[in-house]
């Protein structure tokens, strides 16, 4: 087997394009921004549900139409970014800096309790969330858009890809920490309401996150194009056509993601509690276990996510390969159920194990897209890192979109009660609660497959567009070494 540290500390990597300290600060940027959006897209909906007590439809109705507004906005902010250039030259660099600071204040904002009625607080959820939102629409294009700008090389992308998305889902799975605080031993030792602790969570992981997420400002752009974009903004939108692999990401990812089920915290509140040697797991202790025990495989494998991409031959590939092991491996999990300690313990140990190639998914999406750009430039002339980079908020807007309306349909459909505390709903919400929590992924994932198996990814195609591009831009000698 190939040594899969050759891709950290191979000449390539200590002397390539992004140097190392360069590379960390960007991750350690994804970290913090994670922290805010996996705060924000975990805990929101049940905030407003269980301590505003504001009826789920009516959540999901101004989550959806938020997003779906705001993911009409996406393809216009990227198309204006992609048109400018800021006064050092720079396109997407200047954003990393100015945006953080507005994102944080908002993100505390979304999350405190004014005691109002319930048309009063949806007035003000309303605008204060369309406000975060689309602030953080510029800033996560600039952010993930920097992959494309950060080599002219396929090869060394991929490696930026892989280390900002372990950035990423450190900024992630610190948040599921925050179970600790929220559960009812905590809350009572220290006599704080969940309202307050939650509120001490936006503080902590959304002012706290975006201070984080400027670190990504050291990270350089190192792909130039001199000559200022001539093409209007409907232009710029449109040449989108030509990137077949941006749209079939894009479809797939839009079904995967709208289709993944409601949130884990429904199902462990309302379903699971064991006592293990008499010690109880009540539901925030065993979402905390499972989450974690989940996600340390899928966190290792990103270690070793290159070596492992090529052994299976290629980002589309892995993709592909992804999907089936999770879609089988949650069949299965269906069938050995969750009503005993054993049980459960099965199943986090089977998710655990469709993890590892999950959590590579997202390195191959960021490549893939990267990859994309370089072939739409190729093809027209044109960057799209602004436009191509929106389109990936625009489907995780219009998912969320979808998912918030159908979710709250569906809780409507299974009897949830947002005047009741989740153990206290009725017999028809906890019989759905499994299935839902466990098999509802599969449909998304089933379509997903489909969708991606019509990508193209070929390498010579990508060797051959790194050629043409590399004499287009006169990119200069010492940095024209192929990368292994």
């Not at 198309?79 to 908002?106: N, Q, V």
């Not at 992981?205 to 130039?224: C, Q, R």
């Amino acid at each position: 087997m190939k040594n899969p540290f050759k891709y950290f500390f191979s000449k390539e990597a200590q002397e390539g394009y992004v140097p190392n300290r360069d590379l960390f600060a960007y991750a350690v940027g994804l970290a913090g921004q994670n922290m805010t959006y996996s705060f924000q897209t975990s805990w929101w909906y049940y905030f407003c549900t269980t301590i505003l007590r504001i009826d789920p439809v009516k959540v999901g109705y101004v989550q959806g139409a938020s997003r779906v507004w705001d993911a009409v906005n996406d393809p216009l902010v990227g198309a204006l970014i992609d048109r400018r250039r800021c006064k050092s030259g720079e396109k997407l660099r200047p954003y990393l800096i100015k945006t953080p600071p507005f994102i944080a204040i908002l993100s505390v904002i979304l999350f405190c309790n004014f005691h109002l009625s319930e048309n009063a607080a949806l007035g003000i959820i309303v605008v204060v969330y369309l406000a975060w939102d689309m602030i953080y629409s510029v800033q996560d294009v600039a952010l993930w858009g920097m992959i494309a700008l950060s080599s002219p090389h396929s090869h060394e992308r991929s490696r930026v890809s892989q280390w900002v998305t372990i950035g990423a889902g450190a900024g992630s799975a610190l948040v599921s920490a925050f179970l600790l605080l929220d559960s009812q031993s905590f809350r009572d030792a220290a006599g704080l309401s969940e309202s307050a602790v939650i509120l001490i969570g936006a503080l902590i992981f959304g002012f706290g996150g975006e201070m984080i997420s400027m670190s990504a400002y050291k990270t350089k752009e190192l792909v130039h194009i001199d000559e200022k974009p001539k093409e209007n903004i409907w232009q710029a939108i449109t040449v989108l056509r030509h990137n077949k692999t941006l749209l079939l990401i894009s479809l797939a990812r839009f079904f995967g993601m709208m289709l993944s089920g409601i949130d884990w915290k429904y199902f462990f509140k309302s379903s699971v509690s064991f006592n293990i040697g008499g010690l109880t797991l009540d539901g925030e202790t065993s979402e905390l276990v499972y989450s974690t025990v989940c996600g340390i495989p899928g966190a290792v494998a990103l270690l070793f996510a290159m070596p492992v991409i090529d052994k299976i031959g290629g980002m589309k590939k892995l993709l592909i390969t992804s999907e089936c092991i999770n879609i089988v491996l949650r069949i299965i999990s269906y069938f050995v159920g969750f009503t005993s300690a054993p049980r459960i313990i099965i199943v986090t140990v089977l998710m655990a194990a469709a993890q590892v190639l999950l959590n590579m998914k997202d390195i191959a999406h960021r490549s893939l897209t990267s990859d994309s750009i370089d072939y739409i430039e190729w093809k027209t002339g044109q960057r799209t890192e602004g436009i191509s980079f929106s389109v990936q908020n625009l489907i995780s807007k219009l998912s969320d979109a979808g998912k918030s309306i159908v979710k709250g349909y569906i809780m409507r459909y299974i009897g949830y009660d947002s005047s009741l505390d989740l153990k206290n709903q009725g017999e028809k919400f906890n019989k759905a609660q499994w299935p839902l929590f466990i098999l509802s992924p599969v449909v998304g994932a089933v379509l997903y497959v489909i969708i991606i198996a019509f990508i193209n990814d070929d390498k010579e195609q990508k060797a051959f567009i790194e050629k043409e591009l590399r004499s287009r831009r006169g990119t200069p000698e010492e940095e024209k070494a192929e990368v292994l």
